[in-house]
């Protein structure tokens, strides 16, 4: 019986490369992915699939909407779209963290277990470009933050007026420092994940399942 074909959505940029050696490995014939073109579909007759090349933060609607069968894309991005969609293998790469960051000179107070309190922080702005991330971790926190959503250069909006604090993906702190921006909480650690469209899920079962179990024994746990 042949294999069931698969439409996989894979993130344009600097994830594109590891998602196309996790494919490999797992046993897909990739050859045809040109990594610096501007070709965004590829076939992989080979395979029994075909490779579709987007936006990150659109993956998940192309899963979702089923334009697409699986595809990698971050837990930031699945926690912050909550799109209905089967998240299935943390494939271990692309690694960020989200943080709660403040001017240096506001920083609230120290904690003796060397962490800060948050409570101080209640009834303030947070400017980010994900507020689901931000509303769930001080909903958790039993606060009331307003998430100001914004799309680039987060790090002005404290020194401007615009928020008292940012949430944001760090890897380094560079961009903080860069800012005079401190780290005082941390929200949550992401990587790339497996995802899968519900109905695919049930009708390609046995494909998907060979490939996540493939993507298991690859990934360090």
Request: hydrophobic share 40%; aromatic share 6%; charged share 25%.
């Amino acid at each position: 019986m042949p294999k069931k074909f698969l439409t996989i959505a894979l993130p344009k940029g600097k994830l594109l490369l590891d998602s196309v050696e996790i494919l490999t490995k797992a046993g897909l014939d990739c050859r045809s992915v040109e990594k610096d073109s501007r070709k965004l579909l590829f076939d992989l007759p080979e395979s029994d699939a075909q490779i579709i090349i987007c936006r990150p933060t659109d993956i998940p609607t192309y899963v979702e909407s089923g334009a697409a069968d699986i595809g990698f894309v971050g837990k930031d991005t699945i926690i912050e779209q909550n799109k209905d969609v089967a998240e299935l293998v943390d494939l271990k790469f692309g690694y960020c963290r989200f943080v709660v960051a403040m001017p240096q000179q506001n920083l609230p107070p120290a904690l003796p277990n060397g962490s800060y309190d948050l409570s101080v922080l209640n009834h303030k702005r947070a400017a980010t470009k994900f507020p689901r991330v931000a509303e769930l971790f001080f909903n958790e926190h039993g606060m009331q933050v307003t998430p100001i959503k914004l799309h680039g250069n987060i790090e002005l909006a404290p020194r401007v007026g615009l928020a008292e604090m940012i949430v944001d993906i760090v890897s380094t702190g560079k961009t903080l420092r860069e800012n005079n921006l401190a780290e005082v909480a941390q929200i949550l650690e992401a990587t790339s994940r497996m995802i899968a469209n519900r109905v695919s899920y049930r009708v390609k079962f046995e494909r998907i399942k060979e490939l996540a179990e493939k993507f298991k024994e690859l990934v360090p746990q």
